[in-house]
C-alpha cells in the first residue's frame, strides 16, 4: 500500500521531455531541448496537461537493466495518466551525493521549470553513506530550490525502492532521512521500503546487478505510483 504523509554500470545524466504530440530524448548539457512543434499544439498542451518533473538518479534516468526510456516508469506513468514529463537526473547522485558532473539533487532542483505542477524526487541510495543530518539538509535544499523555481509546483517526495529485504541499514536511514525532510516541507511521501516496492510481487523486478529495475521493476513502480500521484495532479479541463 503506497504511503503519503532512491552501484554499477550508471548511465550519463539525461533529460526527457515526453508530451502527447511528441518526445524527444536529450542528454543535459545545461539546458533542455524539445522537439520542434506548432505554438498552437504547444499551447493546447500547456493549457490542458500539468507538467510533472521527476528528479532522482539512475532509478529514474534508467541502466543497463532496463531496456530504455518508454519502459521506464516516468514515460508508463505519462502514458497511464496523459501527461507531459521531464526527467532531471544523474548517475549517483542523492540529496547529499553528487553524481556525475559533481550533481545532486540540490543543483538538479535548480533546472525545474516555473510551470512545473509536480515534481517527483526519487531516492536515494546512493546517500546510503551519508549521514542522516546531512541527508536532511540537502533534501531540505533541494525542496527550497524547487519553491523558488516553480512556486506553484507540488512536491512527492518517494524513498529509495530497495530489492532486498530487509534492506541495509544505509538505506534506511536515507528513507528516514528523507522522509523527516519531506514532512517538515509539508510534502506528501513514499516510503518504498515499507511498501515493498521491487520485493513483493512478481519475480524478475531486479536486473542482474541486484539493484537497478528490469523493465518489469519498473512497470511496478509505475503501479505503486499512479494513484498518488494522479491524487497530486492538478484538474484538467476538456
Known amino acids: 500500500m ?6 554499477t554500470p550508471r548511465r550519463n545524466g539525461i533529460v526527457t ?8 530524448t536529450v542528454l543535459l548539457f545545461g539546458g533542455i531541448f524539445s522537439a520542434p512543434q506548432s505554438a498552437a499544439a504547444e499551447g493546447n498542451i500547456a493549457d490542458k496537461r500539468p507538467l510533472v518533473v521527476f528528479i532522482g ?11 530504455g526510456g518508454i519502459a521506464r516508469f516516468p514515460s508508463l506513468l505519462s502514458a497511464k495518466l496523459e501527461f507531459p514529463y521531464m526527467t532531471l537526473t544523474a548517475d549517483g547522485a542523492g540529496y547529499a551525493s553528487a553524481g556525475t558532473e559533481s550533481r545532486t539533487f540540490v543543483t538538479l532542483a535548480k533546472k525545474v ?3 512545473a505542477a509536480v515534481v517527483v524526487v526519487l531516492g536515494s541510495d546512493d546517500d546510503a553513506d551519508n549521514t542522516a543530518a546531512d ?3 540537502g533534501a531540505a535544499e533541494t525542496y527550497a530550490n524547487i519553491h ?7 512536491i512527492l517526495a518517494v524513498a529509495s525502492p530497495c530489492g532486498q529485504s530487509p534492506a541495509p541499514k544505509g538505506i534506511t536511514t536515507a528513507r528516514n532521512a528523507v522522509r523527516d ?6 510534502n506528501a511521501f513514499v516510503d518504498t521500503i515499507a511498501d515493498k516496492w521491487l520485493v513483493a510481487g512478481p519475480t524478475g523486478q531486479v536486473g542482474a546487478d541486484g539493484v537497478h529495475p ?12 499512479a494513484p498518488v500521484l494522479n491524487r497530486l495532479l492538478p484538474s484538467r479541463s476538456d
Not at 2 to 7: D, P, Q, S, V, W
Not at 148 to 154: E, F, I, S
Not at 214 to 225: D, P, S, W
Open 148 to 154: 523558488d523555481q516553480a512556486p506553484g509546483a507540488v
Open 2 to 7: 503506497n504511503t503519503l504523509a532512491r552501484r
Open 113 to 115: 521549470p516555473k510551470n
Open 135 to 137: 541527508i536532511r539538509a
Open 17 to 24: 521531455l515526453l508530451t502527447a504530440v511528441a518526445s524527444v
Open 181 to 186: 525532510a519531506a514532512q517538515q516541507d509539508g
Open 57 to 67: 538518479n539512475s532509478f529514474t534516468g534508467g541502466s543497463a537493466m532496463d531496456s
Open 214 to 225: 528490469t523493465n518489469i521493476g519498473h512497470a511496478e513502480m509505475a503501479k505503486y505510483l
